[in-house]
């Protein structure tokens, strides 16, 4: 019904810059939250950022990862600068969408795509 799939991810050496992109697609009235999160190796899975009326940053992107929207192409981006090892993970587009078939909201996840950063 509805599909995100996340887009950008690859290999960067440390200080480098990075976009993601995540198009959501289907059968689409609105969607609300959009976002993203992140899982390393071995660690639980973790908020990055969400943008809504207002955007909302893990303290560890702060100053370096900058989300933003385009409702038009129902598309969420994550810009990342200044990427340092740690960065390193699969990075997982998030969003809260009603289906123009439903009448409620759910949550949808992409299927993840990987960010390595490695000098």
């Known amino acids: 019904q509805v599909q995100l799939v996340e887009s950008g991810g690859g290999l960067v050496q440390p200080g480098g810059s990075l976009r993601l992109s995540c198009a959501a697609s289907?059968?689409?009235?609105?969607?609300?939250?959009m976002g993203w999160y992140r899982q390393a190796p071995g660690k639980q899975r973790e908020l990055v950022a969400t943008?809504?009326?207002?955007?909302n940053y893990a303290d560890s992107v702060k100053g370096r990862f900058t989300i933003s929207r385009d409702n038009a192409k129902n598309t969420v981006y994550l810009q990342m600068d200044s990427l340092k090892p740690e960065d390193t993970a699969v990075y997982y587009c998030?969003?809260?969408?009603?289906?123009?078939?439903?009448?409620?909201?759910?949550?949808?996840w992409g299927q993840g795509t990987q960010v390595t950063v490695s000098s």
């Open positions: 998030y969003a809260v969408v009603r289906a123009s078939s439903s009448n409620r909201w759910n949550n949808y």
């Open positions: 289907g059968s689409i009235f609105s969607i609300n939250i």
């Open positions: 943008i809504s009326s207002s955007t």
